[in-house]
């Protein structure tokens, strides 16, 4: 029926209302109509993970889902993660302490999953890091720093860090 | 690719011959062709359509004879065809040869196909688009076997091949049965 | 990269839903969109229109009857997952999801949409087959019920008229404590299998195997049943050489050449396959793996 569509969404705490083509992915929605390039096209069909983004607290993959389909749903992208006065959350400041970036490509949808992992699972072990890690692909690191910052966010948070 | 498929008509090989290479006859027994120009006695034009899953393919372009021996019932076939929506290209080379085979023919196709452009990526796999176009020339085979060699009558245009399109095999059989059964007044 | 233009349309009910496949010229069901968003965002498949079903809340449902599980079409792959009545009734089934892509691609991806969807390497159809599932299917003219074993007509294709949509899984309960394994071989963890193979085990009080189901994924155009492995296997000791007799009857599978493997190298791939996962149901039938946590 229709060719545009009207969305009110929440991203990032706030409400949003768009006229959008329904053909336009979340990602290119977030990227050019809200302008938050800070979610990442790497493949545009589901394996990379560079776009990865939360939905109603899931982590998904933006460039499958359509902007239309976001109508009505909470979506947090990175640009959402800092606290008031940009305080780096413990995840953020804890790839800043163990080296969890280089080129930063795919840090974003690093950290979109890792918040999952980290609202449903406070104790996780290195095995369910790597396993949740497995979707998004990281060239620069080697993974290391990006498991060594998760295990040490998930501490921190436990200790009762604010998140 | 190399695609080798074969099957088996109950008349001789000079008869399956004449048919065979009747190309104005037997192109609506063809699943998914339909012929649109005849340019020359051995240049053909037309559409192909071909669902490979969820995909729908449309090829137009040409075929033509090649090589053509009526005495020893082979030929060659020379096709290309560009996909509508700029998805690549197929271009195929088949070679046809008519064995007898107790009364009837045994037929066999060795076709060398190659995919270029998107349409190349998609299908994965030889095993599959090996597995489409058997199941195409069965298909062919049967329209073959219940409408043309049946009756002998030449058999009428159909307004379109069946397509394909969005239609499983099992019930895109049923349609091309019951479809060519109709166009003989049998359905 | 990205799709063309399409009409979008979503209905709030099957009803509605089925009301538009009946009349909608050229259009697609979109479900989690894991499978259908990658081919039109790469323009293979360029549907008129798109129905979007993510909003017909009577397709999620998990339903435990005395006899089996529904599984309502649209249930995501981490729901079931996570389901505590899916890793009691039908753990096969919650092994076979651990091998399905990423958490993030089974947030969104349902069972329907990769039942529909029928990729040959595709996990789930092959579990399914081996659970003897039933798929409830419905169109505007009414509703049917296909056995697994006559869901796949071919590559992709699954047993579905244009106009008609899967509605639910029906799995009928194997008993408690029984035997299952899956097991698959892939590049990558997540990656679709090269060969894959999903076993079902009850075992006698003699300690033969009572009930038997194996099938295979990656080796044909649709998930396959091993019957042979499984009638060599019913009624006798499952010993090391049994299973191993009996699993090497997976080498006359077709197989698929691509550029992941050869035909040869899937039929390998689908005999070592099948022993482990033979071997895993095996240990479980008999109590010998401890439950798992």
């Known amino acids: 029926m229709a060719e545009r569509m009207s969305i009110l969404l929440t991203v990032n705490g706030a409400e949003v209302a768009r006229e959008v083509p329904v053909r336009m992915t979340l990602a290119d929605f977030l990227r050019h109509e809200l302008e938050l390039t800070g979610t990442h096209l790497g493949c545009e069909h589901g394996v990379c993970g560079a776009c990865t983004v939360l939905v109603d607290g899931r982590a998904v993959r933006s460039c499958l889902m359509l902007a239309v389909q976001a109508d009505g749903a909470s979506v947090e992208t990175v640009e959402g993660m800092a606290a008031e006065g940009g305080r780096l959350t413990p995840l953020q400041q804890a790839f800043v302490d163990h080296h969890g970036l280089q080129c930063g490509f795919c840090t974003p949808g690093v950290l979109a999953t890792l918040r999952e992992l980290l609202a449903t699972h406070p104790d996780p072990s290195e095995a369910d890091v790597r396993e949740w890690l497995s979707g998004n692909i990281c060239r620069c690191t080697g993974y290391q720093g990006i498991v060594d910052a998760a295990l040490a966010a998930a501490k921190a948070l436990r200790d009762g860090a604010p998140s | ?187 | ?293």
């Open chain 2, 1 to 187: 690719m190399q695609l080798e498929n074969s099957f088996d008509v109950p008349v001789p090989p000079a008869d399956a011959w004449r048919i065979l290479t009747d190309v104005e006859r037997v192109a609506p027994c063809v699943p998914g062709a339909a012929l649109t120009e005849v340019i020359d006695a051995e240049t053909y034009a037309g559409r192909m359509q071909v669902k490979l899953g969820p995909v729908s393919l449309a090829f137009e372009g040409k075929a033509a004879f090649v090589e053509r021996d009526d005495a020893a019932h082979t030929a060659r076939l020379s096709a290309s065809g560009r996909e509508a929506r700029n998805r690549g290209s197929a271009n195929a080379d088949v070679r046809f040869a008519l064995v007898p085979n107790g009364g009837g023919t045994t037929v066999r196709i060795v076709t060398d196909l190659q995919l270029s452009g998107p349409v190349a990526q998609y299908g994965r796999s030889q095993g599959i688009i090996a597995s489409v176009s058997e199941e195409m020339i069965g298909r062919f085979a049967q329209c073959l076997r219940e409408n043309i060699l049946a009756n002998g009558a030449s058999a009428p245009r159909p307004a379109e091949a069946a397509s394909g399109l969005s239609i499983g095999f099992g019930a895109l059989l049923r349609l091309v049965r019951h479809f060519v059964a109709r166009l003989f007044g049998r359905a």
């Open chain 3, 1 to 293: 990269m990205k799709p063309p233009p399409f009409s979008y349309h979503r209905p709030q009910s099957i009803s509605d839903a089925l009301e538009m496949l009946a009349t909608l010229d050229d259009a697609k069901l979109l479900a989690g969109g894991q499978s259908l968003m990658p081919m039109m965002n790469f323009r293979y498949v360029m549907p008129a229109n798109v129905i979007d079903i993510n909003r017909i809340a009577d397709l999620a449902r998990i339903e435990e009857t005395e006899d089996t599980l529904v599984i309502g079409a649209m249930a995501r792959q981490r729901d079931l997952e996570l389901s505590p009545v899916v890793r009691r009734r039908c753990p096969l089934l919650y092994e076979a999801l651990r091998n399905v892509g990423h958490v993030q691609t089974r947030n969104r991806g349902t069972i329907g949409g990769s039942l529909a969807h029928l990729d040959p390497a595709a996990e789930l159809p092959a579990a399914l087959h081996a659970l003897d599932a039933t798929l409830r299917v419905q169109g505007k003219r009414g509703s049917r019920a296909v056995a697994m074993a006559n869901w796949s007509m071919g590559f992709m294709t699954p047993n579905l008229e244009p106009d008609e949509m899967l509605t639910a899984v029906v799995i009928p309960h194997w008993p408690k404590g029984h035997g299952y394994g899956f097991a698959e071989f892939a590049r990558r963890h997540g990656d679709f299998a090269m060969a894959g193979a999903a076993a079902l085990m009850t075992l006698a009080a003699d300690g033969t195997v009572a009930r038997l189901a194996l099938a295979a994924t990656g080796v044909d155009t649709g998930p396959v049943r091993l019957a042979e492995a499984e009638d060599m296997l019913r009624g006798k000791m499952p010993d090391d050489a049994t299973i191993a007799a009996a699993a090497a009857t997976a080498s006359s599978v077709p197989g698929l050449d691509d550029v992941h493997a050869s035909k040869e190298y899937r039929r390998k791939l689908a005999v070592v396959m099948s022993r482990r996962a033979l071997m895993t149901a095996r240990a479980r039938a008999s109590g010998k793996e401890a439950a798992d946590g």
